[in-house]
């Protein structure tokens, strides 16, 4: 079975550009996380979507911050435009059942 | 409110060695408690978990106890080796689907 697939895995733009990253989760999870994950911190939640639906996005900073999952399948965060302490990890997660989760492999963001 | 708080590292230990990471938490209800696991440039893999109280969870040689009473979720090793160098992180979720990871433990096992 294949994991949780992200690209890019690395990333570097000036600030001020924007930048999309991308996930597919493990087919048939219903519920995906998008994370953010600065260097030496542990994930910290952005947005959760059961199918579709964004269900937790209070973290998300929306004034340059986007995410969709169109087709409740994989989904797209988009940051426009890109300020210099942007530049983190950022990871997504996916799961079937409650209390698993199983995570991709980061993007790493550099902004210059 | 939710949190988790963990030993800052980072660990040094002798291949053998025995390892202990403490992490503690604070949650409403009867959380799920976890351990993840973060080899250099990857995402995190789940280690291994315990659901309700005086629950042991075990992968790979490591172990840790749902500790109700002291809210403890320490992780061990009784002898580790050089691959088992990574950043360990304990998490919790209240509700199945909300998760709170604490700051990290950063294992390195030399020979």
């Known amino acids: 079975e294949a994991g949780v697939v992200q690209s890019p895995r690395y990333k570097i733009i000036e600030k001020k550009q924007p930048v999309a990253f991308w996930c597919n989760p493990i087919?048939?999870?219903?519920?995906l996380y998008w994370y953010l994950q600065n260097l030496g911190q542990g994930p910290e939640l952005l947005i959760r979507?059961?199918?579709?639906?964004?269900?937790?996005d209070s973290q998300l900073p929306k004034d340059r911050f986007s995410a969709e999952r169109l087709k409740g399948v994989d989904s797209t965060l988009k940051i426009q435009p890109a300020e210099l302490g942007d530049s983190a990890v950022y990871l997504c997660a996916s799961s079937d059942v409650m209390d698993t989760q199983y995570f991709g492999p980061g993007t790493r963001l550099t902004v210059l | 409110g939710n949190s988790v708080t963990q030993m800052e590292g980072p660990v040094t230990l002798s291949e053998e060695a025995f390892l202990t990471i403490n992490c503690t938490y604070t949650?409403?209800?009867?959380?799920?408690l976890f351990w993840y696991v973060q080899y250099p440039g990857e995402g995190l893999q789940l280690l291994l978990k315990?659901?309700?109280?005086?629950d042991k969870g075990s992968n790979k040689g490591f172990e840790a106890t749902y500790r109700k009473e002291t809210t403890s979720f320490h992780l061990e090793k009784g002898s580790v080796q050089v691959s088992d160098s990574a950043v360990y992180f304990c998490?919790?979720?209240?509700?199945?689907?909300?998760?709170?990871f604490g700051t990290g433990t950063s294992l390195t096992v030399i020979p």
């Open positions: 979507y059961e199918n579709e639906e964004a269900v937790d």
């Open positions: 949650a409403t209800g009867y959380p799920s």
């Open positions: 998490a919790l979720t209240p509700t199945g689907n909300q998760f709170y």
């Open positions: 315990a659901t309700k109280a005086d």
């Open positions: 087919s048939g999870h219903n519920t």
